[in-house]
T-cell receptor, first 113, second 111 residues
């Protein structure tokens, strides 16, 4: 089983460029999440989707948009990348949003120059 | 600001020793989980404890939860070099599907 798959693994963007980070899970999970991880900051929640058709803001949503395309896929879009968005991005999924373990992808390392 | 705060930020121990780390959180929770992250990898779930539980064990892991103090501890007994990793607590609240993480504790186990 692939679990949670993120693409791409690495990306370098110029300031102002846009891109979409893709995430897909094959575990039939209802909830999906996008986090960013910066040194010393742990994981900060950007957006989450409790179930197909719903999305909600997390702690740090500014500069990002998301789409829950279907139950499997949850994408994160940077419309106009800024150096402050240089980070490692993780996608995760869980059977439900409360009381079930989350499974993580391997991360996308994004550098904005 | 983040829901969870781990303490200490970093911990270095000798193989065979026990490692203890703590997590404090700010608002009432439904569940608390602990995750491990090896360098450059995604997070892996270790253990979940519900708000009505006080202690839970899984292999060499022991987790306690004190909801009156809004804190949890993770004990790893008889540590091994393979336990070298960062450890994070994560919480969710009633009727809220957000899963919020702390900043983590980095554990180094010396051979």
């Amino acid at each position: 089983n692939a679990g949670v798959t993120q693409t791409p693994k690495f990306q370098v963007l110029k300031t102002g460029q846009s891109m979409t980070l893709q995430c897909a899970q094959d575990m039939n999970h209802n909830s999906m999440y996008w986090y960013r991880q910066d040194p010393g900051m742990g994981l900060r929640l950007i957006y989450y989707s409790a179930s197909e058709g719903t999305t909600d803001k997390g702690e740090v949503p500014n500069g990002y948009n998301v789409s829950r395309l279907n139950k499997r896929e949850f994408s994160l879009r940077l419309e106009s990348a800024a150096p402050s968005q240089t980070s490692v991005y993780f996608c995760a999924s869980a059977r439900t949003g409360s009381g079930t373990e989350a499974f993580f992808g391997q991360g996308t390392r994004l550098t904005v120059v | 600001s983040q829901q969870g705060e781990e303490d200490p930020q970093a911990l270095s121990i000798q193989e065979g020793e026990n490692a203890t780390m703590n997590c404090s959180y700010k608002t009432s929770i439904n569940n608390l989980q602990w995750y491990r992250q090896n360098s450059g990898r995604g997070l892996v779930h270790l253990i979940l404890i519900r708000s009505n539980e006080r202690e839970k064990h899984s292999g060499r892991l022991r987790v306690t939860l004190d909801t009156s103090k809004k804190s949890s501890s993770l004990l790893i007994t008889a540590s091994r070099a393979a336990d070298t990793a960062s450890y994070f607590c994560a919480t969710d609240a009633y009727n809220d599907y957000k899963l919020s993480f702390g900043a983590g504790t980095t554990v180094t186990v010396r051979a």
